[in-house]
């Protein structure tokens, strides 16, 4: 190992690049099926647009003295999701693939649940489970491209990040409601 130099020549790299360059990003070195990426990254999107929506309606619909701080923290998350959603959509055509937005399937596709409900400590524990789900998916989803796609690891792992953040915001929403609003 110590013999051999930490980057390939300059000469090799220009001559690698100039391969296949329609396919953008992809490079032979990339080390993944880029297929079954663009599949992953899909699953994620539409569980972002999931979140997006759920976080969107109980923003609405919420009511009642308690509802001000729980609507602004819903909005927030609603426009993170937005933005998660877009980072996906902008990898998944660095990639090579097409984001699918298509309505058709999204529940299917999504990792976690549309929950309708009109009880607002109902909507913050549905959005509690749901950045749950979305934590324990997004580890599985940032180890998979950990051998292969450092990029989309690290997208994924900024996501997960801020996914962690709103389930200590929906936590703290819940522990600062009065006790008889939670049973």
Known sequence: MANKPFLTDVKTLRSRARQHIEEGAVTPTYGGDTKAAIKVLNDALATEIVCVLRYK????????????PVVDEFLEHANDEQRHADMISERIVQLGGDPNLSPEGL????????????????????????????????????????????????????????????????????RGLPADLKH
């Open 57 to 68: 309606l109980h923003y609405f619909v919420a009511k009642g003295i308690h509802a001000g």
């Open 107 to 174: 529940l299917s596709r999504s990792h976690t649940e549309y929950v309708t409900t009109d009880q607002l400590v109902q909507m913050i524990k549905e959005n509690l489970v749901a950045e749950r789900i979305a934590i324990d998916s997004y580890r599985e989803i940032a180890a998979y491209f950990a051998p292969f796609d450092p990029t989309s690891r690290k997208m994924i792992e900024e996501i997960l990040a801020e996914e962690e953040s709103h389930a200590d915001d929906l936590a703290d929403l819940l």
